[in-house]
């Protein structure tokens, strides 16, 4: 399955079994679960095959869980949607004022929600979850071209953020790898 120590430094998404959320996830209804955000710091074991695998999460936004350990596999977590590349993506959110935007695309680690072949993505700046109906929209964010863009150069805020990423996505890699 892979290795958990690449999921250090990485975004997660995490849908936890609290009735409600679990229930609007079921109905469908992914947007309006109430998906926690956050980004591992740790695992306790190498290896995703681990049953017993547990990420460190540092969470956004949800004091009442700032840090905390997750049995990945565990039996209360519905879903877990690791940050997997940048794209662009069809956005139809008024606040943003393109069709196409960057987004972050995420990929199933764990999925007990039936996701099939939607695909999530995170809007860049408005960090808006949409999961879309399949892939073939989404188009690869190419780094050194895509920052040249027009909307990326008329945001300035928008391109520190994708930029801010791709550094910390660079740097994780160097620590994870070794120079």
């Not at 430094?9 to 609007?24: P, Q, V």
Request: aromatic letters at 8%; glycine letters at 8%.
């Amino acid at each position: 399955m892979g290795d958990s120590l690449g999921l250090i430094g990485k975004r997660l998404l995490l849908l936890l079994n609290d009735g409600g959320s679990a229930a609007a996830a079921a109905g469908g209804e992914m947007e309006q679960a109430a998906w926690l955000r956050g980004t591992v710091r740790a695992v306790s074991v190498i290896g995703l095959a681990s049953p017993g695998v547990e990420v460190f999460v540092e969470f956004d936004d949800s004091p009442w869980r700032q840090r905390s350990w997750v049995q990945v596999y565990g039996d209360e977590v519905r879903a877990v949607l690791m940050e997997s590349a940048i794209v662009w993506a069809n956005c139809s959110d008024p606040s943003l004022s393109a069709t196409q935007w960057p987004a972050l695309m995420f990929k199933p680690l764990v999925d007990r929600v039936g996701l099939g072949p939607l695909v999530p993505v995170e809007f860049f700046g408005a960090r808006s979850l949409t999961f879309l109906p399949n892939g073939s929209s989404l188009h690869t964010f190419e780094t050194e071209k895509d920052f040249r863009h027009s909307l990326l150069q008329e945001q300035p805020a928008l391109q520190a953020a994708i930029s801010s990423w791709h550094s910390d996505s660079e740097l994780q890699e160097i620590l994870r790898k070794g120079s």
